[in-house]
């Protein structure tokens, strides 16, 4: 059945399910142009209202998945991947592919920029200095079998429907909805040939999915269509009641994963989902008989300098510096202003509203609010204290990095309003929250 784009928009603005023809001839459109931005802003926030069914959901993910190349990989060895839902401070993608790599597996990983509140591997990966962040796919594949891993976005190849309706969504407040987040992680996955998918569902304060069950609602629909489609696949929930690493803001973010995959800086709960989604993935693609193994080879990699030297492989082979690993400071932009945020009383921190400091780096001028907008790499929020952590005059709440005075102060009173400082001692939620499969 072809429909006319705005009869599918009224359709499913109405309530009614789509066939799985008529999405593919509007996700056809989209891509040749013949539907205009404003018609994809309208179906996002009919699908955000009115939602869709797991038919629906499997039609609209093939036919992202199908609006450009689709990769088959001929490599001695697994081809696996992980995707986070995204959240704050999580930069777990630039440490866990090379580590994934150095134990055998085969890492082709697209990534998206920043969506919503949320930080961007993309983005993270353009602050480093003539580093490709999208090749084409010849380039892609040689990396990839070359290193064993390749952290890119989208080429205009891959999925090229998904990109343009994720630029919309960031911008439409329609990024929450769970149709359109399963459809368009797997789109992309699907189009990489992958031979199995981790997937980082996140819940907290700082997700898309704020509840728990929610998050599990997600990560039960990927899983569902995923491996209805022929991916392997299986997801764990994660925490992101905080942020996930002490540091939010693109090129903040690349010097922390340098830091972590050279021991110079390694904190327990960042390194505990790293390990875990690593562990999954290693034994999805049957390098590791179980979790417990994998995680002590993933160890492994880390102590021997193994991860540290294929991620720097990857970055040169890339286009990027070739000492970045070991003078990161030389190539990644530095913001001239740097401000301790002090909190107006002492004590505990007892919470933090997550999404609010992912908020103030936009703010700074570290992501966007329309797809046209630039980013300043050198912005961003340093020394986050976590929940439970001592905050005082001499223990601030965090460091901002900014392009002014001005910006730092909005930063400062946005970061002081995000933290709920008491004299309690606080119980921390465990960073692994559950499992899907």
Known sequence: MTLLPQELIRLKRDGHALPPEA???????????????????????AV????????????????????????????????????STGGVGDTVSLPLAPMVAACGGFVPMIAGRGLGHTGGTLDKLDSIPGYVSQPDVELFRRVTRAVGCAVIGQTPDLAPADRRLYAIRDVTGTVE???????????????????????????????????????????????????????????LLTDMDQPLASVAGNAAEVTYAIDYLTGRRREPRFHAVTLALGAEMLVL???????????????????????????????????????????????????????????????????????????????????????????????????????????????????????????AARAEAEIVAAYQVGSEVVAERKVILGRVE
């Open 23 to 45: 999405i593919e001839a509007f996700i056809l459109g989209l891509t040749e142009g013949r539907v205009t931005e404003g018609q994809a802003a309208a179906f996002a926030m």
């Open 48 to 83: 955000f209202f009115r939602g869709l069914s797991l038919p629906e959901r499997v039609a609209l993910t093939r036919a992202m998945m199908r609006s450009g190349t689709v990769l088959d990989w001929d490599l001695p060895g697994p081809v696996v991947d992980k995707h």
């Open 177 to 235: 909805s769970l149709d359109l987040i399963t459809a368009s992680i797997l789109a992309k996955k699907l189009a990489a040939g992958l031979q199995g998918l981790v997937m980082d569902v996140k819940a907290g304060s700082g997700a898309f999915m704020a509840r728990t069950d929610e998050a599990y609602g997600l990560a039960e629909s990927l899983v569902t269509v995923a491996n209805g489609a022929g991916m392997p696949t299986r997801a």
């Open 285 to 407: 693609g049957g390098l590791s008989p179980d979790t417990t193994e994998a995680a002590a080879r993933l160890e492994k990699t880390l102590a021997s300098g193994r991860a540290a030297e294929t991620f720097s492989r990857m970055v040169a082979a890339l286009g990027g510096p070739t000492d970045l690993v070991a003078h990161p400071e030389r190539h990644l932009a530095a913001a001239p202003v740097t401000r301790p945020v002090v909190p107006p009383q002492g004590g505990r921190v007892a919470a933090i509203a997550t999404r609010a400091i992912g908020v103030a780096v936009i703010g700074l001028g570290g992501g966007r609010t329309r797809p046209e907008d630039s980013i300043d790499h050198a912005v961003g929020i340093t020394d986050l204290a976590p929940v439970g952590a001592e905050v005082g005059p001499d223990r601030p709440l965090a460091v901002v990095h900014a392009r002014s005075e001005a910006a």
